[in-house]
Structures are given as structure tokens and as C-alpha cells.
């Protein structure tokens, strides 16, 4: 759950100059002083598209459970929200209204609340004549309002829910509606081709009548951007939007999520003012909200993870191994620091520190100690070379989170075939488990030599009270080859053994084997590998640093730009952009793949054995006849 807070703190981390001015940012701040503690899902920032003045009404959603009508809106119109009484406008979604004695709750109970019960009184033989045409026209009521905070006293708002253009036509010919019915119908056919079918209604309820002015709520066929942008261009031809503004409503919805707490920005719904038998004007509901939905997005707003290459050192000599160890280096200890705390200051929570062999890096316990001060999750990658029992006990000491101890086989014999070092790595894991830390992990990594010892991998790990066993996808080699790659059958018998797996042990598949996640998570109905879990992070939820201090997507994208900062990459980097542009032309064999929309693959295979950044893996073996690798 996020808070009111969060939102506008999310809200201010970008300018949209054409929609909020300084004054306007500002009234905003009065509300998050009084109500920022508030919990929400969601906050709406109400923008009149085609006025100069850069103001917004601001509300916010509610939810109390308990309550016969649980969902409250509190609407904050902009010329009270800097003042001292700061009274909104209540409006209540109300369409469980015929659930029960809800209805009579209402009349009794929730309009005297909201408006008094003089004026309660006095409206309500006219909002039941309005709900009975409704029922009768099997449409129910979406929400009702009282506008305290305008200072309008003397009605009422009413929402439909979404309606046909005839049914609207027919509710408010039974309403005695003085407008001009034909040309709201016209309006409504033009209206259609820009979004769903129906539309939801408003209009103030007053003693005897309703308001001669209605409102007319569009929602986009989708959520895409096209769509978003087709209604705009719409707008903006027929002078009810200004261009300004329609260039910041597109960059409000094309600002990455932010990640904890998950906050995303999209379009509510559009509004059109309808009176005197024209359109006199357009807003558009811009939307903060908490809930993920199934919308895949491109990236977080900053980075989570950052992988720190400590070294290109090691003693070991890993046939799988893709560093150059002709010219073994180290990374600057003042270097590293500096891109430890930068990384915390743009919000990444987990550092990764690896190698080459992360414990020949000398000053490894100190960089450590400065994460753990820092608040951030820290983890190292070992062989198991130069770990004895007082090396772990330094790295606990110094806050280490979680070590994870490389090893490709539960025999030496199976091992040797892809890594070095098999006795290190057990007698590692013999220590860890001794001194009973409890964030241990092995790293597995899934080739076709060892794909069917993965029952022993899961034995051996539960022998040592391994934590998690964390499935690892091959990249290339030093030489930029992959061999080995495992069968299309092997993945799916060790995707069925994790689906069956009902142990101790935590089994994870690193997001980057998209291939292998795509098949677990495939069911009869839809494929969960969805969102920015799905697949490669590299550029969209972490980057790296090499030996030499430079900034990559990833340890294993060795492409290097040169940018001021963290953020300054993050935001601007030609090559991340093109990162996050991958799955809109998807290339053979992904292209013919029935996981293509729920997979990402690996990015640094194309590369390095093709020299492109694409999706369209074609080591994979999901989708393609088997060959041999």
C-alpha cells in the first residue's frame, strides 16, 4: 500500500511544466502536508486541457471496508487547496447501491453525512426519481457527490455507470433533460471511434431538475499509448487541447514505474463538458496509482540492482568462464565507494559484488561494511578459493547478506565438464552450514553436460542447508561461443522437477532465463512470466560497473558509454533505450515462438555472438529442432 506522500513525491521527480505550474506544485504540497500520511491506491490530477493556466483539482481514493459503500473520493478543488479549511468533495461509488438496504442507507444515512440533512432532504425525491430511471434501464449508479468544497449547495452530482449512447439518450429524455438530445447524440458517435463503447455520465441533481450541463467520461479502448495519443491529436485539432499540454500528457505516461512502493502513471478517462448542443471543453484525469497491472513495462523509474565487477582476478580456470583473465584487473576501492553510495542516493537496494574471484579483491570486507551502512542488500559471489571459517565470519561481521557459492555439479566429475574448483566450493558450503548462516545460495548453472544431475544438485544443497538453489541460463564464454546449451527436453524435466519440488530448499530461476521461466510459469489459461520479472534486467532493472569504473547494461553486455551519473545513464543512454525497444520487433525464431510475449531472453547472447542487441535467440532450443550445440 502506498501513501498520499509517495505519490506526490513520485509526482514532483519529473516537471510537466504545460500542466503544473510552481503555484500549482505548491497547493499540491498544502494537501500532502494535512493528508500525506493518508493510505491510497490511487490519486487523480484533474487537468482542463485547453485553458493556459496550469492548475489541477486533486483527489484521492479511500477505502474503508467496513463501510456499506467502502470507496470514497475526496476531490480538492484548486482554489481551496491552499486554504486553512481545506473541506473537499465527497463522492461515493455507490454501485452496489441495490445490494440489500444499501438504497435506504443512502437516503438515510450517507447523504446527511455528506451534505446535511436539510439539503438531503430536499434532493432526494429527485435523485430517487433519477435512480429509479436508471434501474429501469438496467444501468446502476457509479457514484454520488456532494461538492461542499465548491461551495455548490444546492444539488448533487450523479454518475452513471457505462452506457450506451441510446440508453443515455433514453435516461435523459425520462429526465426531462432540456439539452439538445440530437446533438449529444451525434457527439457521443464521434466520440465512440476514439474509445470504448460506452460512457459514463454525470450531472447535477437539484430539487425538481437536473443540471442542463452534463459531463461525458471516455475511457481509451486500452491503455496503450497509440490510443492515448490518437485521442490527444483529436483534441488538439479541434482546439481543446493545447499542444503544450498534450506533450506532457504523453510524458506523464511514458514515466517508468517507481518500485517500492509500486507506483505507476496512466489516463483515468477523458472528460467532455457537453452544453448548449456543443463540447465547450475537455479535461483529462491523469492517474497515480499502486496497483500492477498486466501491462509489461519497460523499466523501473531508477535502477534496483547495480553489479559491482570487483576484479578479473582468479586462480581458477572455468571452462564456461567469459572474463579475460590475460589482463586481470581490479576496480579502484575509492571508485567503488563512490558508486556504492551514488547507486543508494538513485535508490538501488541490492548490490552484487562479483569477479573474476570476489575474494581476491583486498578490500572487500570494507566495501561491504559501507553497503551494510548504507541500508543495502549485499551480495558476493565466491568459487570457494581462499574461504576458510575467519574469511566468513569477517564477511558476516562486515554485513554481507547472502554468498553464493558457485558450483555446476553434485560429483567432481560432472562439475569439471563446465568449472574449477569443486572441492573449494564444497568445503564453502561445509562452513557455511557449520557456522549456520542462513543465507546461503549455489549457483547453478544449467547446461546440457549437467542438466541431469539436478536431483543430486537439490540433494547435495539440502545437505548443506543451502537457502536457495538459484537456476543459472549459460552466456557466452570468453571466446563468445556457447556450447553446451541444454535440450529442449531437459529444460522442460527440470522445469517439471521444480514445479513438483515440495522440499526445504528455495528453487529460483534468475530472471535473465526467461526461456526456462516462461515454461514454469505456463498454465492452461494464461502465462504468469509477465512484467518486468519476465526476462533480461539488463537496462531495466539493474546496470553494471566494470574493473575499469565504466557503466554497462550488464556484467555480461560489455558496452561501455560515458555518461555524468547513475541517473544521467539511466535516463538517456542510447543503448538502454534500445534495450527497452527489443520486444517491439521481434526477430526469428523468437517471432515464431508461442512464449514470445511472455519471454525476454538473455541480450548478451545476440550480442556477443552476433553483435546486435534483438530478441531473437537462436541458441534457444524452446521453439527450434533439435541440433547438436
Same mark, same amino acid.
Given at each position: 500500500m502506498a501513501y498520499v506522500k509517495d505519490f506526490i513525491e513520485y509526482l514532483n521527480m519529473e516537471r510537466y511544466e504545460h500542466l503544473f505550474d510552481e503555484e500549482c506544485l505548491r497547493r499540491i504540497q498544502c494537501i500532502n502536508e494535512e493528508y500525506g500520511q493518508t493510505e491510497s491506491h490511487t490519486v487523480i490530477l484533474e487537468v482542463n486541457l485547453a485553458k493556459e493556466a496550469c492548475t489541477c483539482d486533486f483527489s484521492i481514493y479511500i477505502d474503508n471496508p467496513l463501510e456499506p459503500f467502502p470507496e470514497t473520493w475526496l476531490e480538492f478543488d484548486y482554489a481551496r487547496c491552499a486554504a486553512k479549511d481545506k473541506e473537499p468533495c465527497f463522492f461515493k461509488e455507490v454501485s452496489n447501491l441495490y445490494e440489500g438496504d444499501n438504497e435506504a442507507y443512502l437516503y438515510r444515512q450517507q447523504l446527511p453525512d455528506m451534505m446535511g440533512k436539510e439539503l438531503a432532504e430536499k434532493l432526494t425525491p429527485m435523485l430517487k426519481k433519477c435512480l429509479a430511471a436508471m434501474k429501469d434501464l438496467d444501468t446502476p449508479p457509479y457514484n454520488?457527490?456532494?461538492?461542499?468544497?465548491?461551495?455548490? +449547495?444546492?444539488?448533487?452530482? @450523479?454518475? #452513471?455507470?457505462?452506457?450506451? $449512447?441510446?440508453?443515455?439518450?433514453?435516461?435523459?429524455?425520462? &429526465?426531462?433533460?432540456?439539452?439538445?438530445?440530437?446533438?449529444?447524440?451525434?457527439?457521443?458517435?464521434?466520440?465512440?471511434?476514439?474509445?470504448?463503447?460506452?460512457?459514463?455520465?454525470?450531472?447535477?441533481?437539484?430539487?425538481?431538475h437536473i443540471s442542463d450541463k452534463i459531463s461525458i467520461s471516455v475511457e481509451t479502448a486500452d491503455k496503450k499509448e497509440k490510443s492515448v495519443i490518437r485521442i490527444l491529436d483529436y483534441l488538439e485539432q479541434k482546439g481543446l487541447c493545447l499542444p503544450g499540454k498534450k506533450e506532457d500528457v504523453i510524458r506523464f505516461?511514458?514515466?517508468?514505474?517507481?518500485?517500492?512502493?509500486?507506483?505507476?502513471?496512466?489516463?483515468?478517462?477523458?472528460?467532455?463538458?457537453?452544453?448548449?448542443?456543443?463540447?465547450?471543453?475537455?479535461?483529462?484525469? +491523469?492517474?497515480?496509482?499502486? @496497483?500492477? #497491472?498486466?501491462?509489461?513495462? $519497460?523499466?523501473?523509474?531508477?535502477?534496483?540492482?547495480?553489479? &559491482?565487477?570487483?576484479?578479473?582476478?582468479?586462480?581458477?580456470?572455468?571452462p564456461q568462464c567469459y572474463c579475460d583473465?590475460?589482463?586481470?584487473?581490479?576496480?579502484?576501492?575509492?571508485?567503488?565507494v563512490e558508486r556504492v553510495r551514488e547507486a543508494q542516493a538513485c535508490g538501488v537496494r541490492t548490490v552484487n559484488l562479483s569477479g573474476g574471484e570476489t575474494l581476491c579483491w583486498k578490500p572487500l570486507d570494507q566495501l561491504v561494511r559501507e553497503c551494510s551502512r548504507l541500508g543495502l542488500e549485499t551480495n558476493i559471489a565466491i568459487s570457494g578459493f581462499g574461504f576458510d571459517r575467519k574469511r566468513a565470519e569477517q564477511l558476516i561481521e562486515a554485513g554481507v547478506t547472502g554468498i553464493f557459492v558457485s558450483l555446476n555439479g553434485?560429483?567432481?566429475?560432472?562439475?569439471?565438464?563446465?568449472?574449477?574448483?569443486?572441492? @573449494?566450493?564444497?568445503?564453502?558450503?561445509?562452513?557455511?552450514?557449520?557456522?549456520?548462516?542462513?543465507?546461503?545460495?549455489?549457483?547453478?548453472?544449467?547446461?546440457?553436460?549437467?542438466?541431469?544431475?539436478?536431483?543430486?544438485?537439490?540433494?547435495?544443497?539440502?545437505?548443506?542447508?543451502?537457502?536457495?538453489?538459484?537456476?543459472?541460463?549459460?552466456?557466452?564464454?570468453?571466446?563468445?561461443?556457447?556450447?553446451?546449451?541444454?535440450s529442449k527436453e531437459q529444460m522442460y524435466a527440470v522445469a517439471e522437477k521444480i514445479r513438483q519440488y515440495r522440499g526445504s530448499l528455495s528453487i529460483v530461476v534468475e530472471e535473465c532465463y526467461s526461456q526456462l521461466r516462461a515454461i514454469l510459469a505456463n498454465s492452461f489459461l494464461f502465462n504468469r512470466n509477465i512484467g518486468l520479472e519476465r526476462g533480461c534486467g539488463a537496462g531495466?532493472?539493474?546496470?553494471?560497473?566494470?574493473?575499469?569504473?565504466?557503466?554497462?547494461?550488464?556484467?555480461? @553486455?560489455?558496452?561501455?558509454?560515458?555518461?555524468?551519473?547513475?541517473?544521467?545513464?539511466?535516463?538517456?543512454?542510447?543503448?538502454?533505450?534500445?534495450?527497452?525497444?527489443?520486444?517491439?520487433?521481434?526477430?526469428?525464431?523468437?517471432?515464431?515462438?508461442?512464449?514470445?510475449?511472455?519471454?525476454?531472453?538473455?541480450?548478451?547472447?545476440?550480442?556477443?555472438?552476433?553483435?546486435?542487441?534483438?530478441?531473437?535467440?537462436?541458441?534457444?532450443?524452446?521453439?527450434?529442432?533439435?541440433?547438436?550445440?
Open positions: 454520488v457527490g456532494a461538492m461542499n468544497g465548491r461551495g455548490e +449547495l444546492s444539488s448533487l452530482r @450523479l454518475f #452513471t455507470e457505462f452506457m450506451t $449512447r441510446k440508453a443515455i439518450i433514453e435516461l435523459l429524455r425520462r &429526465l426531462s433533460w432540456k439539452g439538445d438530445t440530437e446533438a449529444l447524440d451525434q457527439c457521443l458517435a464521434r466520440l465512440e471511434s476514439y474509445g470504448r463503447k460506452k460512457f459514463i455520465i454525470d450531472f447535477d441533481v437539484y430539487e425538481d505516461i511514458r514515466v517508468f514505474p517507481f518500485p517500492k512502493p509500486f507506483m505507476r502513471n496512466d489516463i483515468s478517462h477523458f472528460k467532455f463538458s457537453f452544453e448548449g448542443g456543443k463540447v465547450t471543453g475537455a479535461k483529462v484525469y +491523469l492517474r497515480q496509482g499502486d @496497483l500492477y #497491472t498486466l501491462k509489461t513495462y $519497460r523499466a523501473w523509474y531508477h535502477p534496483v540492482v547495480m553489479n &559491482l565487477e570487483l576484479t578479473s582476478r582468479c586462480p581458477l580456470r572455468c583473465m590475460t589482463h586481470a584487473k581490479d576496480l579502484d576501492y575509492e571508485a567503488a553434485s560429483t567432481k566429475s560432472v562439475n569439471e565438464k563446465s568449472r574449477d574448483g569443486y572441492e @573449494l566450493a564444497i568445503n564453502a558450503l561445509q562452513i557455511l552450514k557449520e557456522i549456520g548462516f542462513p543465507r546461503t545460495r549455489v549457483n547453478w548453472v544449467m547446461r546440457r553436460d549437467n542438466a541431469d544431475d539436478f536431483d543430486n544438485m537439490i540433494r547435495l544443497a539440502e545437505d548443506y542447508g543451502v537457502h536457495d538453489l538459484v537456476v543459472i541460463m549459460m552466456k557466452p564464454d570468453s571466446g563468445k561461443s556457447l556450447p553446451g546449451v541444454p531495466r532493472d539493474g546496470f553494471s560497473v566494470n574493473v575499469d569504473n565504466q557503466l554497462t547494461p550488464c556484467r555480461h @553486455l560489455e558496452i561501455t558509454e560515458e555518461f555524468d551519473g547513475i541517473m544521467d545513464y539511466w535516463k538517456h543512454s542510447p543503448v538502454l533505450a534500445r534495450l527497452r525497444q527489443t520486444e517491439d520487433d521481434i526477430q526469428d525464431p523468437c517471432s515464431m515462438c508461442r512464449f514470445a510475449r511472455n519471454c525476454l531472453p538473455c541480450m548478451a547472447i545476440p550480442w556477443n555472438m552476433k553483435g546486435e542487441l534483438v530478441m531473437g535467440d537462436e541458441t534457444c532450443p524452446v521453439q527450434r529442432p533439435e541440433r547438436e550445440n
